[in-house]
């Protein structure tokens, strides 16, 4: 279906012009372009069974519905990349509802599962910000017409997210009762995020994709500028956490072993082992966490149901 | 102490969580009354199972607090219907900006 | 005949607590059921639709609760504010349990909800004035998930063998109903104070008219319900 040749389709992409389909596009682009779809659409679509399952502990009605809320937006958003998906000729039914569990291509942090209310809006704090981050650097960099015009949309909702995630760390921590589970939280989850953005730009550069506008930033410029936001959050809430400013190198230094050895029963970095390799992290993200068959099974219940009957 | 029209004009400062549009532009604000120092807003959502009932809550509060004289704000959720006709002209352009209508 | 006989503790005012408490229970656990299958539904479309209607359903929930707050009843009614906030809760049993397929859900939340809808309606014009603006917004938002709810039953009973959908509407409408004479018991009392405008066979009879309606589209057979009570 792709029908442009390669020096078509840099130049297209060199003059600012967007690609609005195949006819614009190389074989390899479009290759490039749904796996990077299909990574943001997993990512979504993962995150709505992550947040329900920890949405039962909601303290109020009231905090149950924002939960909800943020939940069918994750969901609207991974129901938009499947359809640029499914114009793009991949059976998303297939996608979302046969494929294997190892196969969904969403991040590790996901198979960890949330288990209270504290960790959930943490989540929202964190992970909805890492998303905000990623979908952010697409929006502006992307050279898909129609991923641009869809992410407008997927931007502001996303801010509700973060908002959301933001309130209630600051409620739960002006109270010492709940400051120290918030605390507890923060202390896996802020390093899972880091782990997040992927393998550092020494070990892998992204020139590729960066020149075919299939993304903007490199990973390392990613994390950064997560970090530019999250960490600043947690200093005025009074958190710690294993990163700071340093004005001399102007950019945020990681005061951990990173990247490191998780430990998935107790939720905690092995950080007394110290750093670990990047393979290491890879291979583990490959065995996929605790929660992963568990949240795609649920995902795909009703379709086998109904299969079975049909 | 503000007048009613004060407190609309602080109100067009106050924005949805999700859109980029304010809550008087939405058509949210449905009767802005100033008594004393207590101003009582009253408010109706987008829909009654709107997730962000309370951050607009707490926005609306903060903002009108900020103006001299006023002592307290009352947030009153009314029941009003709304639907896109309440949305002023200014609002819906700046929803077709952003590709929400 | 005072119109404000619910703001004295009276046959009035309980029978009111007792109408307001099943209609918000039942719409919390709806809701707490329905928002299960955001995760889960055949299509994301479905999914998303999940998703609003729960919202929407706790937020009708959550609007009728104050309404208890302000009555002067003999034992108060707190607000749920989580399925395990009350010892005595006032829905259909059940909607205390996690539906396991995905038929129970769109049966449940179709016959559940327009009882709701026919109870709620009856207060639209309520001398109430709080619970009569309420149960406006309420009906007016209930469009969207009528033709939901009743766009997947017709969808999903016709790919299944005949007898597996009949059979669960049948026993769910038997439960929607027995609760639902529970709930509108007080509303002769009700109906006479000008707080609603039709008595609990009136609702009754609405609902399985709007039922039947709806199920003869789909050509399931629905045995006469055993009269209430």
């Given at each position: 279906m792709a029908a442009a040749t390669d020096s078509a389709l840099l130049q297209r992409i060199q003059e600012g012009?967007?690609?609005?389909g195949p006819e614009h596009a190389t074989e390899r682009y479009l290759e490039g372009l749904k796996r990077t779809l299909v990574v943001s659409a997993d990512t979504e679509l993962i995150s709505a069974p992550a947040y329900l399952r920890a949405a039962r502990h909601a303290p109020s009605l009231n905090a149950y519905v924002s939960a909800l809320g943020i939940i069918q937006d994750e969901l609207g958003h991974a129901h938009i990349a499947y359809r640029l998906l499914e114009d793009l000729g991949v059976d998303t039914e297939a996608l979302v509802y046969e494929r294997d569990p190892k196969d969904f291509k969403y991040p590790y942090a996901f198979d960890v599962p949330l288990d209270t209310w504290t960790e959930l809006v943490v989540a929202n704090a964190f992970y909805d910000r890492a998303g905000f981050v990623l979908l952010g650097d697409i929006f502006r960099h992307t050279s898909y017409g129609p991923w641009k015009r869809a992410l407008v949309k997927v931007d502001r909702e996303e801010n509700f997210h973060l908002r959301h995630g933001e309130r209630w760390m600051e409620i739960l921590a002006s109270d010492p009762s709940t400051k120290a589970e918030l605390q507890r939280a923060v202390d896996w989850m802020f390093v899972m995020t880091l782990e997040w953005f992927g393998l550092p730009d020494h070990l892998k550069r992204h020139t590729e994709q960066i020149e075919y506008g299939l993304k903007g930033s490199t990973n390392d410029q990613l994390r950064q500028q997560w970090m530019s936001t999250a960490v600043p959050l947690c200093e005025r809430l009074g958190l710690r956490v294993p990163a700071h400013y340093d004005p001399d190198r102007g950019e945020y230094v990681i005061?951990?072993?990173?990247?490191a050895e998780f430990d998935e029963q107790s939720k905690r970095w092995r950080f007394e082992d110290g750093p670990v390799s990047w393979d290491a992290v890879l291979a583990r993200w490959r065995r996929r966490g605790p929660a992963n068959g568990e949240f795609v099974e649920q995902l795909q219940r009703g379709w086998r149901q109904l299969r079975a009957v049909a | 102490m503000p007048t009613a029209e004060q407190v609309r004009q602080v109100l067009r400062?106050?924005?949805d969580p999700e859109y980029p549009v304010s809550v008087v532009d939405l058509g949210l604000v449905r009767g802005v009354e100033v008594q004393g120092g207590v101003v009582r807003v009253r408010l109706t959502f987008t829909s009654l199972g709107c997730p962000c009932v309370e951050l607009i809550q707490e926005d609306v509060r903060r903002a009108v607090l900020q103006l001299d004289g006023v002592e307290d704000v009352v947030v009153e959720q009314v029941f009003e219907p709304w639907s896109r006709q309440h949305i002023s002209p200014e609002g819906l352009r700046r929803l077709r900006e952003v590709g929400v209508v | 005949m005072s119109q404000d006989r619910w703001t004295e503790s009276g046959p009035v005012a309980e029978a009111l607590g007792t109408f307001v408490a099943a209609v918000a229970d039942a719409k919390f656990f709806l809701g707490r059921r329905v928002a299960e299958w955001s995760v889960g539904a055949p299509e994301l479309e479905s999914a998303v639709a999940c998703a609003a209607v729960a919202q929407e359903e706790l937020g009708h929930a959550r609007v009728l609760y104050p309404l208890l707050a302000d009555l002067p009843l003999r034992t108060p009614l707190a607000p749920l504010?989580?399925?395990?906030?009350?010892?005595v809760v006032f829905c259909p049993?059940?909607?205390?349990q996690p539906w396991r397929s995905w038929l129970e859900a769109v049966v449940g939340l179709a016959l559940v909800d327009t009882a709701l809808t026919v109870a709620l309606q009856a207060a639209?014009?309520?001398?109430?004035e709080e619970l009569a603006r309420r149960a406006c917004r309420i009906v007016e938002e209930e469009r969207f998930h009528t033709v939901f709810a009743w766009g997947r039953v017709r969808a999903l009973v016709s790919r299944l063998p005949a007898d597996a959908g009949e059979s669960l509407i049948a026993t769910r409408l038997a439960q929607v109903l027995r609760w639902l004479s529970d709930a509108t018991a007080g509303l002769g009392v009700l109906r006479a104070a000008g707080v609603v405008d039709a008595t609990g066979d009136a609702v009754r009879e609405r609902y399985l008219t709007q039922v039947r309606a709806q199920l003869e589209g789909l050509e399931v057979q629905i045995p006469e319900p055993v009269a209430a009570g």
């Open positions: 012009r967007l690609v609005e005061d951990c072993p990173f990247p | 400062s106050v924005l | 504010e989580r399925e395990d906030g009350r010892a049993e059940f909607l205390r639209t014009s309520s001398a109430h």
